[in-house]
């Protein structure tokens, strides 16, 4: 495959998912407006701009377009009736012990190590904003998949905003000695 023809089927790829995600309700912003929470007493003057920005940067990355359409398209297929009455089931009602939906979406957050998953966690319990409103929808449309694709996708760019932050060392470059230690001995 030549670079131009990877290209290509990079963008097609970033297009379908985009793409799946509007179909089923969930904005760029929605996702935007739970990393800002996430984050807002970390970074300093944070914007929703800069928070839409660090969501369509992890849009771009290839395992996490595969991790959304293998997941929306498996919502869409449940609610087609294109599994067992068992599987369909379980997908239809979202099971609790289902689990798999939170594995698929792992592959979204480890890219963006430890704090992606520390985050995803947090939201899956806490299930804030279009989260809630996904798991609570009592309608035909399955959001078995959806709803953790949308935490892993708002924690994975809580963690790309928390990455390029200065650390606490590079801020404090100089510490005095006197303070510096202070406490720790
Ligand atoms: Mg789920």
Redesign the pocket.
């Known amino acids: 495959m030549s670079a131009q023809e990877k290209l290509i089927k990079e963008s097609i790829l970033q297009d379908h998912a985009t793409q799946l995600l509007k179909q089923r309700g969930v904005k760029i912003e929605d996702i935007a407006s739970i990393v800002y929470d996430l984050q807002k007493n970390y970074v300093d003057d944070l914007t929703m701009e800069y928070c839409i920005e660090n969501v369509k940067k992890v849009i771009q990355k290839r395992e996490v377009q595969n991790a959304i359409i293998t997941g929306i398209e498996i919502d869409i297929a449940a609610e087609t009736g294109a599994f067992s009455d068992v599987l369909s089931d379980l997908l239809m009602r ?1 099971e609790g012990l289902y689990g798999i ?2 594995i698929l979406v792992l592959s979204i957050v480890n890219v963006y190590g430890s704090i992606g998953l520390t985050n995803f966690g947090y939201v899956d319990k806490l299930k804030p904003g279009i989260i809630g409103k996904l798991n609570n929808e009592k309608s035909e449309q399955c ?3 959806i ?2 694709i949308v935490g892993a996708l708002a924690a994975a760019a809580a963690s790309r905003i928390a990455h390029s932050q200065p650390t606490h060392d590079n801020i404090n470059q100089n510490p005095k000695p006197e303070t510096s230690y202070q406490g720790k001995h």
């Open positions: 979202d939906d939170e959001n078995t998949f709803d953790d």
